[in-house]
C-alpha cells in the first residue's frame, strides 16, 4: 500500500482529512477488527458512518467501516502483499454465498 502513495503525500491528505469540518477524528488510539493499532477518521451522514484506520506511523489505509444505523453494513481490511516461495492452490474456489453469514439479520454474526 504505501508504495503508490509517498509517506509525505499521505501526511498530508491526514491532515487535510482532519480538518474537514464534517469528519470526527479520534485523538486516542483505535484498533481495527484484526486489533491492529490505528488511528480512525469517521465521516457521518444522517444515517451512513464510514470509519478509516490508518496505521499510527506509517499512514497506510489498515481497514474501511461502514454502519448504516447502529448495524454494519461493510468491512474491508487491507493487508500488504509480500513475497511467498509456496505455490498457491492449484483450482482455486469461490467461497460458496451459501457460507457466508449476513451481518445484517437481527442476532446472527454482527460485528463491532
Same mark, same amino acid.
Given at each position: 500500500?504505501?508504495?503508490?502513495?509517498?509517506?509525505?503525500? *499521505?501526511?498530508? =491528505?491526514? %491532515?487535510?482529512?482532519?480538518?474537514?469540518? +464534517?469528519?470526527?477524528?479520534?485523538?486516542? %488510539?483505535?484498533?481495527?477488527?484484526?486489533? %491492529?493499532?490505528?488511528?480512525?477518521?469517521?465521516?457521518?451522514?444522517?444515517?451512513?458512518?464510514?470509519?478509516?484506520?490508518?496505521?499510527?506511523?506509517?499512514? +497506510?489505509?489498515?481497514?474501511?467501516?461502514?454502519?448504516?444505523? +447502529? *448495524?454494519?453494513?461493510?468491512?474491508?481490511?487491507?493487508? $500488504?502483499?509480500?513475497?511467498? +516461495? *509456496?505455490?498457491?492452490?492449484?483450482?482455486?474456489?469461490?467461497? $460458496?454465498?451459501?457460507? =457466508?453469514? $449476513?451481518?445484517?439479520?437481527?442476532?446472527?454474526?454482527?460485528?463491532?
Amino acid at each position: 500500500m504505501s508504495q503508490y502513495v509517498p509517506k509525505h503525500m *499521505r501526511q498530508a =491528505i491526514l %491532515r487535510a482529512l482532519a480538518a474537514q469540518p +464534517d469528519v470526527e477524528f479520534s485523538h486516542e %488510539r483505535s484498533a481495527d477488527i484484526q486489533g %491492529r493499532a490505528a488511528i480512525a477518521f469517521s465521516a457521518k451522514t444522517d444515517n451512513e458512518t464510514i470509519t478509516l484506520y490508518f496505521h499510527p506511523e506509517t499512514g +497506510d489505509l489498515l481497514a474501511k467501516r461502514s454502519m448504516i444505523g +447502529d *448495524r454494519l453494513f461493510g468491512y474491508t481490511l487491507l493487508e $500488504p502483499a509480500v513475497w511467498t +516461495d *509456496r505455490a498457491g492452490p492449484q483450482n482455486p474456489q469461490p467461497t $460458496p454465498a451459501s457460507t =457466508i453469514i $449476513p451481518t445484517w439479520l437481527p442476532g446472527v454474526g454482527t460485528l463491532t
